[in-house]
């Protein structure tokens, strides 16, 4: 499959040579010897587009689920009929429960099941609203069980829900927005619902395998965490971390000039950047913030590695603007997977006066690593920050590389010229060109 037009590419994706013949066989001469007596008549439709009977399976086999045939033609002729598989699998049992009659079946107080309900990120259900279904009931139900078993209880409860919610919406929206781009032709998606609706297990069960699996993971490193840090409650603790912020330099101006396609992979490649720099250096992606990353680390040296690491990664990006790094060290609130305080607020104002490229660090980093030999240093002098007052500040760079001035100017002329690419990239779109290289 070609290369989609005036898109940005991903980072390393080493696009290979391409013949445009994706789903037909490679022809070859015809043979000399006598053609076969009656060959089967071919039956209509194509490679791309699937036969009647590829749609005959499926609509069955969605109508066997209920779905009426205005839903069905509808989703036929937009080319989504996996995307309505997968709503009617999703759940397997119908509505049958309102709001009080799922929380009394569970033995869980009404009121709590609405607040886990919002927590989950869901809207609001009528109280005469046939809406909910026995899988409802049963994961109510367990959750009574384990605060019975004290587990956990109420609150926390609905702070894990709100965690978990936000989580799973993403997890969801990822997958879902994946779906055209991974089966692009009718028959392609007419094959892959017809395998979806006899046999959905393949779908929702290994998916389920690989989702406990990374949650397993993430909970035996917090769990060790956890065990070297001074409680505050049942539900925060107070950790000595680093943390970083990382803006991409240049990007609220582009995000007025690209299309939504282009935008897309542009914040894309930027998450993969700073995952992949973020996580090989052995510290922790927090979030990210459209065009800003939030990381920590349990140790300043490790921070500053990668916060330097960060500027290099993109400065020398083909297609990515620098980004901006601000590092601080100290004390901090973790609660639910989120991290708050001073030191927070002292990190992400670093980054507004940070130079295109560069990192700049507080007083106390400077301190912690003066003595490396890694490090080269700049004193900014006293600056004073919005909500946090005047501020000895530092930038930092790894020892051996050029001059912050020098580095700044070229990288500032570079990141407009990344900004005129994206431009021109939009404007091929436009005039349906190929992009080069593509």
């Given amino acids: 499959m070609s290369a989609e037009r005036g898109r940005i590419p991903r980072r390393r994706a080493a696009r290979p040579a391409v013949d445009g013949s994706v789903g037909s066989a490679p022809e070859s001469p015809a043979p000399e010897s006598p053609a076969p007596e009656s060959p089967a008549p071919e039956s209509p439709g194509d490679a791309a587009t699937g036969t009647p009977d590829d749609e005959a399976v499926v609509r069955r086999l969605l109508q066997e689920r209920g779905v009426s045939e205005e839903a069905l033609e509808r989703a036929l002729a937009h080319g989504r009929v996996a995307l309505l598989a997968i709503e009617h699998l999703s759940l397997p049992a119908p509505p049958a429960y309102t709001p009080g009659r799922v929380a009394e079946k569970s033995g869980l107080p009404y009121e709590m099941t609405v607040r886990l309900w919002r927590a989950l990120g869901f809207p609001a259900v009528g109280d005469e609203e046939t809406f909910f279904t026995d899988v409802d009931l049963a994961a109510l139900t367990t959750l009574r069980r384990l605060v019975e ?3 956990t209880d109420e609150e926390a409860a609905v702070q894990f829900a709100r965690v978990l919610g936000s989580a799973m919406a993403r997890v969801a929206e990822t997958e879902i927005a994946a779906q055209p781009s991974t089966r692009p032709t009718s028959a392609e998606r007419l094959a892959f ?76 490649r930027f998450e993969e950047t700073a995952q992949d720099t973020i996580t090989a250096g052995g510290a922790r992606v927090v979030k990210m913030i459209g065009d800003e990353v939030m990381f920590v680390a349990d140790d300043v040296a490790t921070a500053a590695t990668i916060a330097a690491a960060l500027a290099e990664v993109f400065a020398g990006d083909e297609i990515l603007s620098d980004v901006r790094v601000g590092l601080a060290r100290g004390t901090v609130l973790s609660q639910e997977g989120d991290y708050y305080g001073p030191v927070v607020n002292l990190a992400s104002r670093l980054v507004n006066v940070a130079y295109p490229g560069t990192v700049v660090v507080a007083e106390d980093v400077h301190e912690a690593l003066a003595g490396d030999a890694r490090w080269a240093w700049r004193s ?25 001035e020098d580095r700044a100017r070229r990288r500032f002329l570079r990141t407009l010229l990344s900004e005129a690419g994206y431009q021109r990239a939009e404007r091929r779109e436009a005039h349906g060109e190929d992009r080069p290289g593509a």
């Fill in 149 to 151: 078993l004290g587990f």
């Fill in 380 to 404: 900014l002098g006293a600056r004073h920050l919005k909500d946090i007052g005047t501020v000895t500040l530092w930038a930092l760079r790894s020892a051996g590389t050029g001059p912050a």
């Fill in 193 to 268: 619902t017809e395998a979806l609706l006899t046999a959905p297990e393949n779908l929702f069960a290994v998916l389920g395998d690989l989702i406990v699996y990374v949650w397993r993971r993430h909970l035996q490193a917090a769990a060790r965490r956890a065990l070297v840090v001074e409680s505050v409650d049942d539900n925060a603790a107070v950790v000595p971390l680093a943390v970083g912020f990382a803006d991409l330099v240049g990007y609220t101006a582009l995000s007025q000039q690209l299309s939504e396609r282009a935008l897309g992979d542009l914040v894309s």
